[in-house]
């Protein structure tokens, strides 16, 4: 397995329950931490994202779907860019970002025995409940 780096951070604003954000949805919120990493970030190509991770604990209500797809989406990323959605409660951010940099050693190690050479792969994670968002990139 090859190492996985973490490029760059931002977080989403914490809110009190029935605060300002309570209308705000979690895939609206977690757009604009894509969207804030992507320009942070110029060098990455969106269309060289091949995932995104999303952890969301207890969703209930517009929370109930696939909040990392439809965040993926409205940030404009590709429609190729797939998205899913973890829940482990309280470690639902963690386990995202577990998942992903899994899913990128795991990929590149696959890559670089198949072709022989270097073999970048980039994935988003984001953890609302956390206001963790991250890059992860090998």
Known sequence: ??????????????????????SVRPDDLAAH???????????LDPSRIEDVYFGNANG???ENRNVG??????????????GVTVN??????????????RAIALTVA????????????????IGVGQGLALVLER
Do not use: F, W
Not at 88 to 99: D, H, K, N, T, Y
């Open 69 to 82: 797809r439809m965040a993926a989406l409205l940030a404009g990323l590709p429609a190729s860019v797939p």
């Open 1 to 22: 397995m090859k190492d996985v780096y973490v490029v760059d951070a931002v977080r989403t604003p914490i809110g009190r329950y029935n605060g300002s954000l309570a």
């Open 110 to 125: 696959h890559q670089l025995a198949r072709k022989g050479s270097g073999v970048g792969v980039a994935t988003l994670c």
């Open 88 to 101: 482990r409660l309280c470690a639902s951010g963690l386990e995202a970002v577990i998942q992903a940099a």
């Open 60 to 62: 209930a209500g517009e």
């Open 33 to 43: 931490a894509v969207r804030e990493l992507l320009t942070r970030t110029p060098g």
